[in-house]
Structure formats: structure tokens, C-alpha cells
């Protein structure tokens, strides 16, 4: 595919010079959302009118648009986005030539990768992949699919679908390769998983020309590094508190952190230090009641929204 890539926007400092601007291509559809939402936790605030591609940022030195992910390493590659958050299988399925920045760990509704799987009927007599030969595939996964065909030296018919896939078996073809977080959707429909193809997560990638440009290299890599922050602080929480010196091995002992516990002296004398540590949000009900019988008083619990090890 050839693009023209646009045009570098044109942003002035205050003396009247031009700024370098990052261009960033964002996904349109299941991943918006959740995008937005994790870019906002990473510091970047978004906001898109209804049916507008391009979302202005409260960062004058990025420019955003809105693209489908399965077309988005494309344009990556062709330099029309500096960079662009799509999935590695759309990477994998367009043979796009890019730099992968960063793996993100979030999907449209859960932040664990997704699969890729091969599913039938449940009274289907296709019970692995060399039960497929001579049979109809449909998918949105083409060139993917294709390839594990290959590998596994079957024949089979693999065709483009634009969508409604669980609906389409028995009637039309015998096979479906579909994605799934949690098969819910496809048990739903009477279908079970024969195998996996493939598992995918969400990537930042750059275009090979950016990524040797100092600047809006250093600039993806801030991007990727306050993104993941904001992925390892999801459902997790800080907590902090005051004990005496004497309740304190106690109290760590009941503590799981990243590294090990802040302690710190307090003015009230060196009988008192405060405690502080990172925990998993679901720990909190069970903790708090067994830190406060161990001698802690003046439990805080506070919200993260980014943790940069």
C-alpha cells in the first residue's frame, strides 16, 4: 500500500519558531475507549467530538487522528503517523515494517491479552487442525490464518469476513478464526475453541524515519514509558499509616510490596514511624482490618494512576 503522509503540522513557540510535532495515529472502534481512558491515566487528556477522526490534546506537541487498528501499522510503516497504538495480530496480518516501542497490556474490556482461535459448532466433527482440510475458513485474519494452515500442511478454503463471523457457522462455512478475551461471545453462540492461532496484546509502534528523528524518538519512548505506568497501576492502590517502632516488624510482615515498604520517622518522636507501600486493590478489605489489630493507626488509602519502576 503506498500513502502520502501528510504534512508536518505547524506549530509556533512563543518567539514565533516552529515546534516539532509528533503525529499519532489512535484506534477507532473496540479500542477507543479504553485507549482514551488509559492515555488519560498516562497524563495525555483527549477529547473528540461526535463522528470527528481527530481528537485535540492538551499537548501541543502531538497531533492525533483516529484510525481503524487494522489499518493502522500501514500507515505507520508508510509514514503518516510518527506512531500509532494498534494490535501485534494487525501487525502480523499487514507484513507492516515498523518499530515496536512498547507492548500495552489492555484490551477492549480487560487489561490481559486477547486470542485468536479456531472455533466450530459444538456438533462438529472438527476436532483439530488437520480435521479442516478441504474445508471453509472465515475470518478476518487472512494472511494469519493462512500461514498456520501452511505450517500445519492443510488445505483449506480461508475467505475475508466483514463481520457478524460467530454468525456464520454451520450455514455458510465450517470454521470460524475469531478473536476472544474470555469466549463468552462465542459459547454464546454455540461454538467451542478447537485451538489457538494466536495471542495478541496491544503495541506501540513507531515508523522506522520517526524513530531515528532524537526528538519524536524521545518523545514515543515518554509516551511508552507514562502508558505502562498507567498499565501497572491498575488495580492497584497505596496505602499509609502510622505505628509505633515496637508494631512495626509485625505490621511489615503482612505487607506484599513492589520492592519493600517506605518507613519513615515521624516529628511525634522516634518512638513512631509512618509506613507506606503499593498493594493490590483487591487485598484491601482483608488488610486493613488485620494492619489495624497489628497496632496501625491512621490508615490512608489512595488511588495511582502511574507506577514508573
Given at each position: 500500500?503506498?500513502?502520502?503522509?501528510?504534512?508536518?503540522?505547524?506549530?509556533?513557540?512563543?518567539?514565533?519558531?516552529?515546534?516539532?510535532?509528533?503525529?499519532?495515529?489512535?484506534?477507532?472502534?473496540?479500542?477507543?475507549?479504553?485507549?482514551?481512558?488509559?492515555?488519560?491515566?498516562?497524563g495525555?487528556h483527549?477529547?473528540?467530538?461526535?463522528?470527528?477522526?481527530?481528537?485535540?490534546?492538551?499537548?501541543?506537541?502531538?497531533?492525533?487522528?483516529?484510525?481503524?487498528?487494522?489499518?493502522?501499522?500501514?500507515?505507520?510503516?508508510?509514514?503518516?503517523?510518527d506512531?500509532?497504538?494498534?494490535?501485534?495480530?494487525?501487525?502480523?496480518?499487514?507484513d507492516?515494517?515498523?518499530?515496536?516501542?512498547?507492548?500495552?497490556?489492555?484490551?477492549?474490556?480487560?487489561?490481559?491479552?486477547?486470542?485468536?482461535?479456531?472455533?466450530?459448532?459444538?456438533?462438529?466433527?472438527?476436532?483439530s487442525?488437520?480435521?479442516?482440510?478441504?474445508?471453509?475458513?472465515?475470518?478476518?485474519?487472512?494472511?494469519?490464518t493462512?500461514?498456520?494452515?501452511?505450517?500445519?500442511?492443510?488445505?483449506?478454503?480461508?475467505?475475508?469476513?466483514?463481520g457478524a463471523?460467530?454468525?456464520?457457522?454451520?450455514?455458510?462455512?465450517?470454521?470460524?478464526?475469531?478473536?476472544?478475551?474470555?469466549?463468552?461471545?462465542?459459547?454464546?453462540?454455540?461454538l467451542?475453541?478447537?485451538?489457538?492461532?494466536?495471542?495478541?496484546?496491544?503495541?506501540?509502534?513507531?515508523?522506522?524515519?520517526?524513530?531515528?528523528?532524537?526528538?519524536?524518538?524521545?518523545?514515543?519512548?515518554?509516551?511508552?514509558?507514562?502508558?505502562?505506568?498507567?498499565?501497572?497501576?491498575?488495580?492497584?492502590?497505596?496505602i499509609?499509616?502510622?505505628?509505633?517502632?515496637?508494631?512495626?516488624?509485625?505490621?511489615?510482615?503482612?505487607?506484599?510490596a513492589l520492592?519493600?515498604?517506605?518507613?519513615?520517622?515521624?516529628?511525634?518522636?522516634?518512638?513512631?514511624?509512618?509506613?507506606?507501600?503499593?498493594?493490590?486493590e483487591?487485598?484491601?478489605?482483608t488488610?486493613?482490618?488485620?494492619?489495624?489489630?497489628?497496632?496501625?493507626?491512621?490508615?490512608?488509602?489512595?488511588?495511582?494512576?502511574?507506577?514508573i519502576?
Amino acid at each position: 500500500m503506498s500513502l502520502n503522509p501528510t504534512p508536518e503540522p505547524a506549530v509556533h513557540s512563543e518567539d514565533g519558531a516552529q515546534k516539532p510535532v509528533l503525529r499519532l495515529g489512535l484506534p477507532k472502534g473496540s479500542l477507543q475507549e479504553s485507549t482514551f481512558e488509559l492515555m488519560d491515566r498516562a497524563g495525555y487528556h483527549f477529547s473528540v467530538r461526535e463522528r470527528s477522526y481527530f481528537p485535540s490534546i492538551d499537548d501541543d506537541e502531538v497531533t492525533a487522528m483516529l484510525v481503524r487498528a487494522q489499518e493502522m501499522a500501514r500507515y505507520v510503516e508508510d509514514g503518516v503517523f510518527d506512531a500509532g497504538i494498534t494490535g501485534k495480530d494487525w501487525i502480523i496480518e499487514t507484513d507492516a515494517e515498523v518499530v515496536p516501542v512498547a507492548d500495552l497490556i489492555y484490551s477492549k474490556s480487560s487489561m490481559r491479552p486477547v486470542r485468536w482461535v479456531l472455533a466450530v459448532p459444538e456438533a462438529s466433527d472438527i476436532h483439530s487442525v488437520y480435521d479442516l482440510e478441504g474445508k471453509r475458513i472465515a475470518t478476518e485474519v487472512v494472511n494469519i490464518t493462512r500461514k498456520w494452515l501452511a505450517e500445519h500442511g492443510v488445505r483449506a478454503d480461508v475467505e475475508f469476513s466483514w463481520g457478524a463471523t460467530e454468525a456464520k457457522c454451520p450455514d455458510l462455512v465450517d470454521a470460524i478464526v475469531e478473536v476472544t478475551e474470555t469466549g463468552s461471545s462465542l459459547r454464546a453462540n454455540n461454538l467451542r475453541i478447537v485451538d489457538v492461532l494466536m495471542h495478541s496484546n496491544t503495541q506501540l509502534i513507531a515508523n522506522k524515519a520517526a524513530w531515528e528523528d532524537p526528538w519524536k524518538r524521545q518523545k514515543i519512548e515518554s509516551i511508552a514509558m507514562l502508558m505502562q505506568g498507567a498499565i501497572r497501576a491498575e488495580g492497584r492502590v497505596g496505602i499509609k499509616m502510622n505505628a509505633r517502632r515496637e508494631d512495626a516488624e509485625a505490621i511489615l510482615a503482612l505487607l506484599p510490596a513492589l520492592r519493600m515498604p517506605t518507613i519513615s520517622p515521624l516529628a511525634m518522636g522516634e518512638d513512631w514511624v509512618a509506613i507506606e507501600t503499593v498493594i493490590e486493590e483487591r487485598q484491601v478489605r482483608t488488610l486493613l482490618p488485620r494492619l489495624k489489630q497489628a497496632g496501625a493507626e491512621g490508615i490512608i488509602e489512595y488511588a495511582l494512576n502511574k507506577i514508573i519502576p
